[in-house]
């Protein structure tokens, strides 16, 4: 049986994931272009890019807090 703070954890973050999935930003509108312009391959490629790209930025954001988190007392 699941934690109800997992399931609460969970369903929030199906919430807010869903709105940010849908909604047409740079990166998706250019992935699209790509792919109209030059074929599925360079559309995949693109897209790929953007998510290793995001999947950097993240993972130095998450770094960062952590250790900003680490050196504060009063965080």
Known sequence: ???SSLVVFIGTAITMAVPLIVK???G???VTAR???QGQRVGA????GLSVGILVHVLTAAAGLSALLMTSTVA
């Open 1 to 3: 049986m699941l934690d």
């Open 24 to 26: 047409p930003d740079p």
């Open 28 to 30: 998706m509108l250019y």
């Open 45 to 48: 490629i693109s897209a790929i």
């Open 35 to 37: 792919t109209l312009k």
